[in-house]
């Protein structure tokens, strides 16, 4: 097979940041997907519709030239949220909230520190039909890194889902065996995104031979155990699991340092990255539920109309980028071939 023509894709999940950025980071997405769910981890975060509306604004303007591209937008959740945040954000076109709990990744500590005190506010969401995406992990200092997404999943996700069944969950970029099983057992009311590089690496390619920060995201790469079932989780084709990129970029310097920030800036390959993995799991015909389809009707909105073509092509994904404030980047896979690339 020598091209691919997929309906065209949405991301499900990424981070845009805001100012100069935009110009940078909004191109890149909208070379090939259609839409995008946005988070909302600004510094200060997007807690209500008014500053939604005001960044969706910000996002339009960068957008380049004939661009039908259109980002998604989602509200921040924090201690004091109410629900008429909620109503008001789901009236001017919000669709999603995002739980973070407090410290668990960039740009949290303003998030959620009781989630039992949040019920109100789900209910308010189950009722308004807006749904709940959430970043996983538990944050408790005696909890191991590489096990807070399943304790996670023991103390906190299997009590919201049982509490709220008319509630749409997306349990965000899911990065282990229980998470997959736990989506894959759940209703029809519970799915999940899987990025790229869970898809692509484990933590051997993080700290084997020397740390490797830009590999380095939250949640943390797990072992290759883990990432063979998310792997055959995406190889069945299954509705419950779509794209999410988690593209998430930090310039060089934060990430080279000696407290260097979690997040692959992936955007610039995303599609190609997944159709890789499609290729090695002999699924590329699943290639287009995954990347264009399951995430939208798990929203309820319309599948996209239009196409992309993917060529098989051998490229190289550039060492650096330079973002708008002169700083260079290192893109997710700098350096690195891969073999298919989207046809312009
Ligand atoms: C994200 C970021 O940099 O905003 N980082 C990451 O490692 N994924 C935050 C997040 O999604 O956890
Ligand atoms: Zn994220």
Redesign the pocket.
Same mark, same amino acid.
Do not use: K, Q, S
């Given at each position: 097979m020598t091209t691919l023509t997929i309906r065209t894709p949405d991301d499900w999940h990424l =981070?845009f940041r805001d100012g100069d950025m935009l110009t940078e980071t909004v191109p890149a997405t909208a070379r090939c997907f259609q839409r995008a769910i946005v988070?909302p981890?600004l510094a200060p975060p997007v807690v209500n519709a008014t500053l939604a509306m005001a960044y969706k604004e910000r996002i339009l303007a960068a957008r380049p030239a004939g661009s039908t591209f259109e980002p998604l937008m989602t509200l921040y959740l924090t201690n004091a949220t109410t629900g008429q945040d909620i109503i008001d954000a789901k009236a001017v076109g919000v669709v999603a909230a995002k739980l973070y709990p407090a410290g668990a #990744? #960039?740009?949290s500590s303003a998030a959620v520190t009781d989630l039992e005190a949040m019920y109100p506010i789900f209910d308010v969401m189950a009722e308004q039909g807006m749904l709940l995406l959430v =970043?996983g992990e538990v944050t408790d200092h005696h909890i191991d890194i590489f096990d807070r997404e399943k304790v996670f999943i023991d103390q906190k996700m299997s009590k919201i889902v049982a509490a709220f069944p008319h509630l749409k969950v997306v349990f965000e970029?899911i990065t282990t065996s229980d998470a997959a099983h736990f989506v894959n057992d759940a209703s029809d009311n519970v799915a999940a995104t899987i990025t790229p590089q869970h898809l692509l690496l484990n933590r051997n390619d993080l700290l084997v031979g020397g740390v490797r920060p830009h590999n380095f $995201?939250?949640p943390v790469l797990k072992r290759n155990t883990h990432q063979a079932v998310l792997r055959q989780m995406v190889q069945s084709g299954s509705p419950k699991f779509f794209l999410g990129t988690?593209s !998430?970029p =930090?310039a060089k310097e934060a990430k080279e340092n000696a407290c260097g $920030? !979690?997040?692959c800036y992936s955007a610039w390959s995303a599609i190609e990255l997944y159709a890789h993995v499609f290729e090695e799991l002999g699924a590329l015909d699943k290639l287009e539920g995954f990347a264009s389809d399951h995430g939208a009707d798990f929203y309820g909105l319309p599948r996209n109309e239009g196409t992309i073509t993917l060529m098989r092509q051998e490229w190289t994904l550039p060492e650096e980028i330079i973002l708008p404030d002169g700083r260079p980047i290192v893109p997710f896979f700098a350096g690195q071939q891969v073999s298919w690339k989207l046809q312009n």
């Open positions: =981070h988070m981890n #990744t #960039t740009n =970043h970029h $995201c939250l988690d !998430a =930090h $920030c !979690a997040g």
